[in-house]
């Protein structure tokens, strides 16, 4: 009854020493490095007693804990789930989405938690970490997801976790660029998270252009249930999107403001979507590619001024623009971006991701140009910005600048790291699938002999049917 | 290779223009609306630093974000997975079901604080939103959601939106007659959501009555993976059930209490459930369609009471009862109500919404009719039921009767609302399918060629099978 | 176009009488017992006004639901989701996967609500039930959850709530012991929770041996969906886990550190799985199997210690070995516990709940051993383990010392428990199936006559296709 598996590949795909040595090293290495430089935050620390008197708190709800917990664990639901089922459209992909986006985010988020921690959360010798710290290593995970997105199909797990390991590396350069050099503001990530995750990865998969793609071609579709699926992934990450643009602003009213414009802005994205999925189809039905994904354009669109004061009907329009963009993209751009750049791009990213986040690295230069005392209130104008200390001078128009020279390093860091590690996948022995293997659990997988797949192959005439 | 369509439609489901017409129109509305009339409340707005001073809180965890943004990220995935999943179990429906409650939800929610903004947040010409108008215009949009679910695979997205449109509008005058002119007590909506938005759908898909849906009956039932997605939609709506009714009561005691009596009500409502189901049927075995269904009637009947001292045991019963009377109306009544009343009700929603509603209403109407100051102590018997300024004289039994009045008048607007709705959706040019097309995601999704597709044709002798 | 049934069936598996008589007789205990006991504990009664003042508390917000509430919602989705949905791997036993899960654990929840609450909130002849009850409920039917699991597909949904009955029964009293006679910590679970619920479900399941299983081996394994499906309780337990372990810790620092905890060995966890998958397996592919289960035992292991100071590196070291022994367990044990001491896990229990809750005993009777009022802060250590009152002289080492009593006694409990329930679940009249038509849906379940159980049948020569 064995099923006959495809003959010849062409390529090494066999990871039974190569993948387990690489998560086996990697996570000696990382218990060696958080046993040396990882300890508990005051607020984590059984010193929290003290530490409450120090601080003048009178109870333990003034814990940070309570601040950003649930916002914490509606971030983690998003990574694992959001972008895992997200990615589950492909016919023959399931495992490989989320089995591969699950590796990559737990090893990434440990590796994060040190890089970050070493930019951001690093006294006396020691990171000492929190549930902020959790949300950061989340965050910057995203971002790997992002450009797990572009490569997904076509690359091996080692792949993954390398790319992981560099990608999470440069982003925390990148942010600490951002954040700290630059004194921008980007608490939703618009620029370190999305601009800077998807041409990241649209650099590393059109270095990793296969020009024979197409004879994996019938497997690139969706199928009816895997389409079900992955609307699980783009519903958990449209829902959550208020408390992914919240979860790391100041506590009080820049998180309930950036929960709300979230809230709007993605509100309106639903309907222009569904606008231009129907107007942009022949037969004016919608496309399931698009309701999946180019409706969380607004989410992404409004990272950077969220917690600003966009206010909701600033919200709504950039919602409203950044549906259509991203509509416009999936049925035009990315065929384009295909076949005269050799950008493979298989889940979109640079529809979903990267025109969003500029925009929203753009929407956030604006917002934080135009920003008044009379709107924000004296105290909220320097709260807001943190124009505190050596920034205590700083003007709106200034910071604007601020704000657009950090998209173009973002921009500048995701062309030359996703070079780098372009390169560095490309070399031959990480054990990626040939062209027609592509988009196939079967290769890494232990894939369960089913009814479905009979009938896969029954219709597939190149393949000897089932007895 | 491309398969055969339907041949001969008898109506017009062409969507290129109309569809993307009604959503831009509309969204630019909302984009005008809300540049007029919507700002941040005082607690998401830049000012909050000054705010506080005034209020006297000493920190920021006092925002009222913080006591309800948990809740409201409970009811959001209630919302758009919960009802959306739960629909999900027709076997050719699934875009349909997951998709258009997407649009019509994030249209909804953008109209409905408009909407209850003006009646309940109006200040100084402007209305003031925060996370509690979110989750009020979620609880609207489920009332929405609630109709939706009796034409379920009966009509375009055009109608779906003109509905919504209505819905809301005529859900907000409802509620605002119950909140504010008879000052009752409807926290988790059985009259305001349930009973009115049941109702309405009946009423709605009444006036639409299709006399040949037979001729789509093989489309009408479940598939097996059609029935565990539905599961999905189920188990969320149970388990953050608690937080619906919860998520808008008064601050401490009220909202604790809330999540308590839900619980137990939800919990009762299983077992019942599972016995009628099995009980009712010849061979003993369970109905999907009742544990889908059945079990969250516990939650809907009490909507009104479960912030009042309604006790555990209270709770108890009143779940034991509705999983109940739900289970025997999915198993006599939704067959009488389609062959006698022509009342054509896809998801059940009178089993589900109309009569745990009603039922919710009454129990509501007792609970307050029955409180007492030795039960809820002298400061809790005023702050419960909000017996302050005009009201301060009104005892629990008049209370009570105007609980009562509340579930007349929501029944009333939702007859009247509904037979207006229903008479411009009958309106011929909306795009809606012919009977024989309906329950089939094809008339408005571009759905994948795929296996199962081939199978299902198989096994259809009226369709040829493909190549 | 009846499908023909399985014929001679053995056992008579006829629920009509039967199963309503059980949920319906027990859910009238269930409120009986409630009217006579359970009321809202202080800070969900309408009293709360004058508790505040009593407990001198100046905000609402110091309410115990603020600082549970969130974690209670993960926990809760971790019990109805989680469990019920890595259940439904099986191809043809998902609805009994989710539907008697969710039976088992709605009545259980209740149960232990009086069970828990006699031990443990009964003041004056009244159980007081709070946010933190409804946690413990849920914990205590999580053990109930995890029995399941090694007796999936092989009983009847009778026998699984007379299980649960004495199971929560059981675990209430085991819990009394370790809590409360022995005064040790067990917050999320390693002994009280994990390995009695494993250890007692894999000794009724002994004791139910059943010599012919083979005979429904086609139906043992997974198909692509059903994997998928699990793929979503996997990861929602994986979340949420740190939600689990931090639920009932202490206010403030203990909530926080338990979360980071959990977060960090979850997180090595899945890096060993994913090595020893691959290095187990001939081809060097991953078993869904090993990604689904083995990646969660890492949480289950830093149940004791998690709100200790186990610090983020000692639970990457206890998430880096539970990956590896849980992996190996499945492919080594599992098929050795069957052919050598007749133990059919299902599930696969031992591997992901049994080795790791012992473990995790181990790990926190060491961690206790080892806390010194250095680490700890002098108030720090009296609160992290409750050195107060008549325990005011008790030292680590002796705490220690009575942490691992408390991992015996959970044995023994769960054997005792185990062997008693497993006889009585062997007595004929409780409506088991036959070997033959285990792991099957069809039994207990009206199964939806689709296009799949078509193509089951084709592909089935002992039944005759569909016409």
Redesign the interface.
Same mark, same amino acid.
């Given at each position: 009854m064995e099923r006959p598996r495809h003959q010849g590949m062409a390529k090494n795909t066999?990871?039974?020493?190569r993948?387990?040595?690489v998560?086996?090293l !990697? @996570?000696?290495a990382? #218990?060696v490095l958080? *046993?040396v430089f990882?300890?508990?935050g005051p607020?984590?620390?059984?010193? !929290?007693?003290?530490e409450?008197r120090k601080m003048n708190l009178t109870?333990?709800? @003034?814990?940070?804990?309570?601040?950003r917990?649930?916002?914490f664990?509606?971030v983690? %639901?998003m990574i694992?789930?959001g972008f895992?089922f997200l990615m589950?459209f492909l016919?023959r992909y399931?495992?490989g989405a989320?089995?591969f986006n699950?590796?990559l985010a737990?090893?990434g #988020?440990?590796w994060a938690?040190l890089m970050q921690g070493w930019f951001h959360s690093f006294k006396n010798g020691k990171i000492l970490?929190? &549930?902020e710290n959790?949300i950061n290593a989340d965050f910057c995970v995203g971002s790997v997801c992002i450009a797990f997105g572009a490569i997904l199909g076509k690359t091996s797990?080692i792949q993954l976790l390398i790319m992981t390991l560099f990608q999470v590396t440069l982003f925390a350069v990148n942010e600490y660029i951002l954040l700290n050099l630059l004194h921008i503001k980007d608490a939703g990530g618009s620029m370190t998270i999305h601009t800077f995750g998807a041409y990241f990865g649209l650099t590393v998969t059109r270095i990793l252009y296969r020009p024979n793609l197409e004879q994996s071609k019938d497997k690139q *579709?969706? &199928?009816?249930?895997s389409?079900?699926?992955a609307?699980?992934g783009t519903?958990?990450l449209? /829902?959550?999107w208020?408390?992914f643009n919240s979860a790391i602003s100041e506590?009080?009213?820049?998180?309930?403001?950036a929960?709300?414009n979230t809230?709007?802005s993605?509100?309106?994205c &639903?309907?222009?979507t569904?606008?231009?999925s129907?107007?942009l189809?022949?037969?004016?039905?919608?496309?399931?590619v698009h #309701?999946q994904n180019a409706?969380l354009a607004g989410g992404v669109a409004v990272g950077t001024s969220a917690e600003m /004061?966009l206010?909701?009907?600033g919200s709504?329009?950039v919602g409203?623009i950044c549906g259509i963009v991203s509509t416009v993209g999936y049925v035009y751009l990315t065929p384009f971006l295909e076949s005269r750049l050799h950008i493979q791009d298989t889940c979109g990213i640079h529809n979903l991701h990267a025109m969003p986040g500029l925009i929203g690295g753009i929407v956030g230069a604006i917002t934080a140009a135009a920003a008044t005392e009379d709107?924000? *209130?004296k105290? *909220?104008?320097i709260?807001?910005f943190d124009f505190t200390g050596p920034y205590q001078a700083r003007t709106p128009s200034v910071q604007g600048g601020f704000q657009a020279a950090g998209i173009v390093v973002s921009l500048l860091m995701a062309f030359a790291g996703g070079a780098l590690v372009g390169a560095i996948l490309k070399l031959p022995f990480w054990g990626d699938a040939a062209a027609e293997n592509c988009f196939e659990d079967d290769v890494? !997988? @232990? %894939?369960?002999e089913?009814?479905?797949?009979?009938?896969?192959h029954?219709?597939n005439p190149d393949k000897p049917a089932?007895p």
């Open positions: 066999y990871m039974r020493w993948l387990p040595l998560c086996l !990697w @996570e000696v990382m #218990i958080f *046993g990882v300890r508990f607020e984590a620390d059984a010193h !929290w007693e003290e409450k109870s333990d709800i @003034e814990n940070d804990f309570y601040f917990y649930p916002s664990q509606d983690h %639901v694992f789930v895992g589950m016919k399931g495992f989320v089995g699950f590796l737990a090893f #988020i440990q938690l970490i929190g &549930v959790l797990p *579709g969706s &199928v009816y249930h389409d079900l699926f609307m699980i519903l958990y449209w /829902m959550y208020p408390s506590h009080g009213d820049a998180q309930h403001r929960a709300i809230y709007c993605l509100a309106a &639903v309907l222009t569904v606008a231009f129907s107007m189809q022949k037969k004016g039905k919608l496309d399931m #309701i409706t /004061m206010t909701p009907y709504l329009i409203f709107v924000y *209130g105290e *909220g104008f709260k807001a890494y !997988w @232990e %894939v369960p089913d009814e479905e797949s009979d009938v896969y029954m219709h089932s």
